[in-house]
Every structure is written in C-alpha cells, then in structure tokens.
C-alpha cells in the first residue's frame, strides 16, 4: 500500500500522544500510526485482526435503521414517542443534544419562523399561510429557507465521493450545481430525489448487510419526489427535476404527499440528509477498518515489536542503563521482595534466582495481578465511589506497561464492577432463601436472566444524573432479582435488601472482601493456563507464550478456548452473571503481561531481575 493510503488510515486511528519518529527503513511505514494502534495490533491473535478497528472502539455490528436513527435523536418517528439513549455517557448526550440542535436549526430555517404577537418566542409557520394573517396581531412569516438543507445534502454528496477518492470520473454522477439550483422558497420534498439518489450510490457501495437499510429508506422516500428524473440527474440532464416550484412544463406542482412517520416536509429532509450521512460514515468506517484487518495489520506485526522497543528507548532511555525505568525497577524489586520474604528466604531467593519459569510466574501473579490488577486490599474500590477512582487513578503503571493504562483501567473496572454486581446478587439469593447456585452456572431460567441483564445494565448505566439515583435504579433491579427467586418476598426483607446495595455499592459491605480475593485467584490460575491438548513448556519471560494456535476457526482459536476456560473459572467462584464480561478481560490482561515480556523481558526485565536478586 502506498504511503498515502497508510497515513490516511493512521490519522483515522488517533488516541495515542507519542510522537511518530521517522528513522528509515521500515519504521517509514511505522509511522504513519499511532503507537496505540500499533500495540492494539500486537496484543491481538492474527485470527482477530478481522475485529480490529483504527478507532479502538467496538465495530459496528448493529446497523440503524432511519426510524431508529431519527428516534434516538428525538424525534417522534412512531406511535410510541421519541426514544433516548438514557444510558448514554455524557459526552454522547452532548454529541446528541448538538446534532438534535442543528437540524432543528435547518428545520425552522426552511419552515419559515413566524414571530408571535408581542415580540413572544418564535413558532413554526402554519401550513395555512392565511393564518398568519389572521386578526392581524402578528407579523408577516418570515421566508422559508433551504440553504442549510442544501448544505446538508452537498455534504452527504461529499461523503459518499470520498468512499471513492480516486474514481473523480464517478463524482459528477452526484450533481453539487442541481441542488444549488433548487430554489430557497420552493417545496423542501424537491430535495428528495437528490437524496435519493446519493443515497442510490452510497447503496452501491456499501456491504449487502449494511445497504438494505439504505435501501429500505430509497423505497420509503420515493413516493415523496420524481424519483426516475432524478436518476437522469449528474448525467448532463439534471433540469429534469425541476427546480421546487412547478414541473417544468408551467403547470401547477402536483400535491404534496404526507410525509413518513407524521413528521413535517422540513424534519423528513433533514433527518434523511442526516442519516445517509451516517451510513456514509459508517461505510468508510467499515472499508477503513477491512483494510486494517486484511493488509496493514500483518505489516504492522512484522514491524512493530521492534518498533515498540525503539519508541520506548527514545523515551524512556537505553535498556542497559540504570536510570531507565525507574517504576518498573521499583516494580520488580518489590514483587521479588514478596516472593523470597518470610522463612527459608535465602533458599527461596536462590530458586527465584536459578529459575526463568518462577521469575515469570512472580511478575504474572504477584507483579501484575495482586500489586496492579487487584491493589488496593479490595475494600473502597468495589463500589465505584469517588475514593475509588482516585485510588486508581494514582497507580504507578510500570513503564513497561506505559501503553496499556487503558488496558489496566479496563480491567480493574470489570473485576470491580463484577465483584460489587456478585455480591448484591448473593444478597438477593441469601433473602430469597435460594442459596447462590444461580451465581455458579450459565444456564439460568428466562426470568432470572432478564433481572440478570437488568441488573448488569444498571451497574454499568452511570450517567444518571447522581449516586442517590444510581443506587436507587441499581437496588431495584435487585430487588426484583430477588422477587423472581422468591415471589412472596416481604417489604421488611425488600429493605433490608436496599440497605446491603447501599453499602456494597458504597465499598462498605464484608461480602465484598470475600468475593474479591475469589476474583484475584481466579485471574491468577488464568494467567498461568494453557490449553490441555498443548505440550507444556516451562514459562519464559525472555519470550512469553504464544497466545495463538493458527487457526482461522473461530470456535478453536487460542482467545475462544481461553474465554470458555476462563468463563468456567469464574462461574466456579460465584461470578456467573458477569462470567463473560470477566473472560473478555482476563484474556486481554494475558495478552497485555505476555506482550510486556516480548517485549522487555529478555532487554529489561531479566537484567533488573538479576540486579535485585544478586545484590
């Protein structure tokens, strides 16, 4: 691939601060990316580059429909009300609240506002124009405008060419100058072909699984223009149109069908431009990301591990100086410290010593899982206060791990969620009187698994406006865990229940210290598993494990085995409501401590190993 085509793919893949040095030979192509793309690259299975992305966030597996698209902004698209994303982190809310803000905007400019009487608030032109007019105690409307709608559908002609860059003898198939011309004080509906036909083009190239929802709109939206003249449009005969005011030949315009869904000419136009450019976004996401997984990433690998390590000498300093590294030197000292302390110290310093397994098993289960998975001793963390995010945020990540913070936070985030979520579920079962076998086994009835998918979603749905409202909308999915494992559940008992969530979720419950030290020994057998059909070898930090079995087959990769193993531990240890979440994340913290020793092990660690246990 060309250079070009790297660099573009690499400023779509921004998150990271390094610079992106450019020191000759094949680190020219390094960096063209952002080092966190780089290592989002490293720490994947070859048989999962299919699932990378350049953003780092989740693909788009779900594909909008206009009806779904138009009431997640607001709109009231249905008989059953608009619909918002309560659930949402306050950065989208924003995002929404913008975007509802300007195509209202566009709405009232092409809609004409009328002032009322008195100098009041604005309101939206009647469709009777008479009745601006009437009794003569309010101003004239003011001109509908379509400018802002035109500049909508221009854009969305320019999304949908730059999905094709390099084929310009395409572009004029979208005529820019035949939405232009339509004119300001003509029916909005004559942007509609124009829409359609963007949205033809876009249909053309998007997947055949993300186009029928396009098309699925092109067969709701035709009725509402002269859809066949505006497929002649771009084609040297884009008058066939017309302008908005007539059909071209001096009759009067036919009537204006209804618009879709109820909603006015105005708001149907707008939201359409809106979403098709959407769909554009989500197009060039996806052909974007398809490049990534199919040809970058497998350069990317080939390169980047060296790449890695040259960044992190240029920031950090030489492997072979003392002064490099200082918390991952402390970082060490302390986990072998823990490891040869106590009796027969001497006896175990020399076995840590002799032996590379042992080094790498100390940094795996004591370096990574107890001092920087699990710090914190498992009391104010688990119930997400406010202490609990400064406790976090002032973890000293080794340099080592410089790369990974996100990851860190990730997954202490999960286990902490998932403790606190487990141990309001074992409050519910000790009232119901039921035991906690339902804590321990996948295979839960219909009826608990709704209060269990209800229960997970309120632990995660923060962004609620205060605690008081979080813990309330948290104790009632448990109490209504707790009625569906025993119906005839009494108001005594119910707040009792309310009471344990308050102070589980507040840190301050015994349960929790119990749960979490399961949770720390859970994450450590997995850190040290490997599959039963895989000839054991002894662990080495100089090279790490090969967390792959070169198999395309979904159901048989490395990460699919592990997460089922891993899965299977965790509903061992109570924690079956969250045991797939948890699975998720002990993978990627495998992943994350095996890369550190690809990385470093054999260029840092080792030598740090040798200087703490020899002196």
């Known amino acids: 691939m060309s250079s070009p085509s790297a660099g573009g793919a690499a400023s779509a893949g921004g998150g990271g601060s390094e610079q992106r040095p450019r020191d000759g030979g094949g680190n020219d192509f390094m960096s063209n990316f952002d080092p966190d793309l780089i290592h989002r690259v490293l720490l994947a299975d070859p048989a999962d580059y299919h699932e990378l992305t350049l953003s780092g966030a989740p693909r788009i597996d779900h594909t909008p429909t206009y009806r779904e698209f138009a009431k997640e902004l607001g709109f009231d698209v249905g008989g059953d009300g608009p619909t918002r994303g309560d659930d949402d982190d306050i950065a989208s809310r924003i995002s929404r609240t913008m975007k509802r803000a300007f195509l209202d905007m566009a709405v009232g400019a092409a809609e004409g506002e009328k002032p009322a009487a008195g100098g009041g608030e604005g309101e939206k032109e009647e469709e009777d124009e008479d009745e601006a007019q009437d009794g003569g105690d309010r101003p004239p409307a003011t001109p509908t405008n379509l400018e802002p709608l035109k500049g909508m559908v221009l854009e969305l ?12 003898d395409l572009h004029g198939r979208l005529s820019d100058e035949d939405v232009s011309g339509v004119d300001d004080g003509g029916d909005v509906f004559a942007l509609v072909p124009r829409l359609i036909r963007a949205a033809d083009a876009l249909a053309q190239l998007e997947s055949e699984d993300r186009s029928r929802t396009t098309r699925w709109w092109i067969e709701m939206a035709g009725p509402l223009g002269p859809v066949e ?24 315009p036919p009537p204006t069908p209804p618009s879709p869904f109820g909603l006015s000419p105005a708001q149907f136009v707008a939201t359409s431009a809106a979403y098709l450019h959407r769909k554009a976004e989500i197009c060039s996401e996806d052909v974007a990301n398809f490049k990534l997984g199919n040809v970058l990433a497998p350069r990317i690998a080939a390169g980047g591990l060296e790449y890695e390590r040259s960044n992190f000498r240029r920031r950090f300093g030489d492997f072979d100086s003392d002064e490099t590294a200082p918390v991952t030197r402390e970082w060490i000292r302390r986990l072998a410290a823990a490891k040869t302390s106590g009796e027969n110290a001497a006896e175990r310093r020399e076995d840590l010593r002799a ?3 042992q080094r790498a ?5 004591v370096g990574w899982v107890a001092e920087l998975l699990f710090s914190g001793g498992g009391k104010a963390e688990e119930g997400e206060t406010a202490a609990a995010a400064a406790a976090a945020a002032s973890i000293a990540v080794p ?11 990730m997954i202490r985030n999960t286990a902490r969620t998932s403790v606190a979520g487990s141990a309001l579920a074992l409050h519910a079962c000790t009232i119901a009187g039921v035991g906690d076998g339902v ?21 995660a749905n923060r962004a609620v406006g205060s605690q008081e409202q979080y813990e309330r909308n948290v104790s009632n999915a448990v109490i209504k865990l707790a009625r569906t494992l025993h119906p005839s559940l009494d108001a005594a008992k119910e707040e009792s229940l309310a009471s344990r969530t308050s102070a589980v979720l507040r840190g301050e419950d ?27 070898v002894p662990l080495s930090m100089k090279t790490g494990r090969v967390l792959s079995l070169g198999t395309q087959d979904k159901t048989t990769t490395y990460a699919a085995i592990f997460k089922e193993a891993a899965k299977q531990a965790f509903e061992k240890k109570g924690f079956a409501f969250y045991a797939p979440e948890l699975a998720s994340a002990c993978l990627q913290a495998a992943r994350v401590i095996n890369l550190v020793f690809v990385l470093y092990g054999e260029v840092l660690l080792e030598p740090i190993f040798s200087q703490v246990l020899e002196g």
């Open 157 to 168: 002609h320019a999304a949908v060419r730059s999905l094709i860059p390099h084929r310009t």
């Open 229 to 252: 003249a505006a497929s002649s449009a771009g084609e040297g005969h884009g008058d066939g149109i017309g302008n908005g005011n007539g059909n071209g030949n001096g009759l009067s």
């Open 355 to 357: 032996a590379e397994g």
């Open 361 to 365: 098993a100390a940094v795996r289960t």
């Open 399 to 409: 340099e080592v791990l410089h790369l990974d913070v996100r990851n860190v936070r």
């Open 439 to 459: 804590l321990r086994t996948d295979s839960l009835p219909g009826d608990v698994r709704q209060c269990r998918d209800a229960l997970v979603h309120a632990m």
């Open 510 to 536: 015994t349960v929790i210290k119990l749960l979490d030290s399961r949770m720390r020994e859970a994450f450590r057998t997995m850190m040290e598993w490997e599959p039963t059909d895989r000839e054991r």
